[in-house]
């Protein structure tokens, strides 16, 4: 599809809220492609519908090395959280740096598909980070509000 301009830190959007998805339509298929290509092209693991400016609730994960798993999450919810990590965060928002960051080191979301079918995504480690850091995006939430010390340059964002 299409490769989207990927928004970075200081943009506005990236600080609102984005809104439910209340049927899924060609625009919306669209965006979808265009978002895993977009994610793809970037080397990233994740992201959320805001970071390509759009304020809707759709968020792509694909935590593999070959991008052979992508995951579709559409109005995205938490429903577990549980144990904790620390480690190196990054951002295709926040090109060039990384940060210390703590999560759950498990991950239970509640969410649609592609299809608009209800799913739960479960997910340890980077998976869980992944799901917690793309969820954040949609409340207009950045990791580097939750780096602990400094940001630090990095050679590739994870994100």
């Known amino acids: 599809m ?14 609102m809220n984005a809104r439910p998805v209340k049927e899924m339509t060609p625009r ?3 965006l979808i492609e265009d978002m895993l290509d977009t994610m793809y092209d970037a080397q990233g693991v994740g992201l959320a519908a805001p970071q390509v400016g759009v304020l809707k609730q759709i968020v792509v994960i694909d935590v593999t090395e070959d991008g052979s798993q992508p995951i579709v999450l559409i109005n995205p919810q938490i429903v577990k959280l549980s144990g904790t990590q620390t480690g190196q965060e990054g951002c295709l928002s926040v090109p060039g ?3 210390i960051v703590t999560r759950a080191n498990y991950a239970k979301v509640r969410a649609l598909n ?10 340890e480690e ?5 799901l917690q850091h793309e969820i954040d995006h949609l409340s207009g939430v950045l990791y580097v509000s939750k780096v602990e010390g400094e940001l630090m340059n990095a050679s590739a964002g994870e994100e």
Do not use: C, Q, S
């Not at 299409?2 to 600080?15: F, H, K």
């Not at 592609?114 to 997910?123: Q, S």
């Not at 980077?126 to 992944?130: G, T, V």
């Open 114 to 123: 592609a299809d608009m079918v209800e799913i739960e995504v479960e997910g």
């Open 28 to 30: 919306i298929k669209t």
């Open 97 to 99: 740096k990384a940060g």
């Open 2 to 15: 299409a490769i989207r301009n990927i928004r970075t830190i200081g943009d506005e959007i990236l600080t």
């Open 126 to 130: 980077l998976l869980a980070r992944a």
